[in-house]
């Protein structure tokens, strides 16, 4: 196994919002989606194990959850759908289960549809606007809601969090001009009135540089400490993914967050870009997408721009992939990378029409040339809703949905941009994705264990199983994959096997 790029354990957990052209209570909405998917049996009720869940224990303790076929997580947290993937170790799966995450959310609401007799809407954004009456006049109120990814890194590089600061945060902020999702905004977030479309809607809620919550203060770093490993491992929390529907991006967002991480580990960040001002910046960044200068102030009084820091990364992470080794995934990357900065550097954002959300997105709003801003916000809002659209994945073919959001051009786009990707290939690896874990991380062993004795497992987290017969603790996240412990036999025969493998995990 690749020590680079596929020997990195990471996932996304999304919110997802879910509504009705009715006042009904957000919370009774995402327990009919989630009802609606196991009587589909796409998932099953299991008690989540919050031993592992270091200062959230109590807030843990009050969410139902249900355990997906594919090994994600889906439960209701404070009034919002949330699915989180389970945890992979390539950028094609990066694809195929953000996908799938997609489907199961539309499936839900699908159900939950018939159920409660009124059209259920689910969307994948992150910023809801509200129209809120002040006096004779209205204004847009806009809430956040998040797309967080995670990545496990070595514990040793994350020790002086000023140092994590110095090498991730000039990356956090320039990142976004092919990351970010693109959104209407409340003026009130921009310092006028009305609403503005930006870059990265996540953006305009950050406040400081880093932070432990990830709900108010927002920091562009999280400072939360659960491995959800051994403790060799630091999970690097990242609350500013964000709602990507474009194959494209969320390839490319994978695999050079990886290429980053490794990077950073082996200390070729540390001389970093610092941004004099990194919250200012980082919305000043997300706001400019007229002219399209994306500059930015260091902190030695030197302006430059977003690309000319993108390309320190880019030079830092082919200095990893010639000393410490490449591989294919690494070598695609890098060489995406290098030609996606080439094309921003000389502004040709017109490219990227069906690869970069947020392109896409204004593209569609000069098209359509909103006469209001409530047009505005329903032209992005449809981009995001979740429809019939999405069965083009499951070899429907062309589905015509009212979502603006086209599979078909983005999958295209991903073929003819991505060496070594296949359209083929990756829907078939979409259709897996609904109903099987990935095969060579450990959710492939909780997912199995799951499908054939679910009657014995007693509960489940990210890095535990309970069974009647044993505790097994999987802080090892490649552990008891498929090519370890092919489960096809009897579970006395699996346990006597786990327990040969790793007899200090497998607690009888």
Request: hydrophobic share 40%; glycine share 6%.
């Amino acid at each position: 196994m690749s020590t680079v790029t596929e020997g990195k354990i990471r996932g996304i957990e999304q919110e997802y919002p879910v509504s009705v052209k009715a006042k009904l209570n957000p919370t009774m909405l995402v327990n009919a989606t989630i009802q609606g998917l196991k009587r589909r049996n796409f998932s099953h009720d299991v008690v989540w194990d919050i031993v592992t869940e270091v200062s959230q224990e109590v807030h843990e303790s009050r969410i139902s959850t249900t355990f997906g076929n594919n090994g994600s997580r889906i439960y209701n947290d404070m009034g919002h759908l949330e699915i989180s993937t389970p945890s992979y170790n390539n950028p094609i799966d990066a694809m195929a289960y953000e996908k799938a995450s997609e489907i199961y959310a539309l499936l839900g609401a699908r159900e939950a549809s018939l159920a409660l007799k009124k059209e259920v809407m689910v969307h994948k954004n992150n910023v809801a606007n509200l129209t809120v009456d002040k006096g004779v006049w209205k204004r847009v109120k806009s809430i956040t809601y998040a797309t967080h990814g995670n990545i496990l890194t070595l514990r040793e590089a994350c020790s002086d969090w000023r140092r994590v600061e110095r090498a991730l945060i000039p990356w956090f902020i320039t990142r976004i001009i092919f990351t970010g999702s693109g959104d209407v905004v409340s003026g009130e977030l921009v310092g006028k009135e009305g609403v503005k479309f930006v870059i990265s809607p996540r953006a305009m809620f950050v406040v400081q540089k880093s932070s432990l919550s990830t709900t108010v203060d927002r920091g562009i770093l999280n400072t939360r400490d659960q491995p959800h490993a051994a403790r060799r491992y630091w999970r690097l929390h990242d609350i500013h993914y964000e709602g990507l529907r474009c194959e494209y991006s969320i390839f490319l967002r994978d695999i050079t967050q990886v290429l980053l991480i490794c990077a950073f580990e082996a200390g070729l960040l540390d001389n970093a870009p610092v941004i004099e001002d990194p919250v200012r910046a980082f919305k000043e960044l997300s706001m400019d997408t007229r002219e399209c200068e994306w500059k930015i102030k260091l902190k030695n009084g030197e302006v430059t721009d977003a690309v000319s820091i993108l390309n320190f990364y880019l030079d830092a992470m082919e200095r990893l992939n010639s000393e410490h080794g490449g591989d294919e995934w690494g070598d695609i990357g890098l060489k995406c990378l290098s030609r996606l900065l080439e094309k921003l550097e000389a502004r040709c954002l017109e490219h990227y029409v069906d690869g970069i959300d947020w392109v896409t997105k204004l593209a569609l709003l000069v098209n359509y040339e909103p006469k209001s801003a409530s047009e505005g916000i329903s032209i992005c809002n449809q981009y995001a809703l979740l429809d019939d659209n999405l069965r083009f994945y499951t070899g429907a073919g062309d589905v015509k949905g009212s979502s603006l959001f086209n599979p078909r051009e983005s999958v295209a786009f991903a073929e003819r941009e991505l060496p070594g990707v296949d359209a083929g290939s990756y829907l078939k690896r979409v259709k897996y994705a609904l109903l099987n874990a990935p095969e060579q991380t450990r959710e492939y062993f909780k997912a199995e264990m799951m499908k054939r004795y679910r009657e014995h497992v007693r509960s489940v987290s990210w890095s535990t199983m309970v069974l009647n017969e044993a505790k097994i603790l999987l802080d090892e996240p490649f552990m008891l994959n498929r090519d370890e412990i092919p489960i096809n036999k009897d579970i006395d025969e699996i346990l006597s096997e786990a327990k040969r493998l790793y007899p200090e995990k497998v607690i009888y």
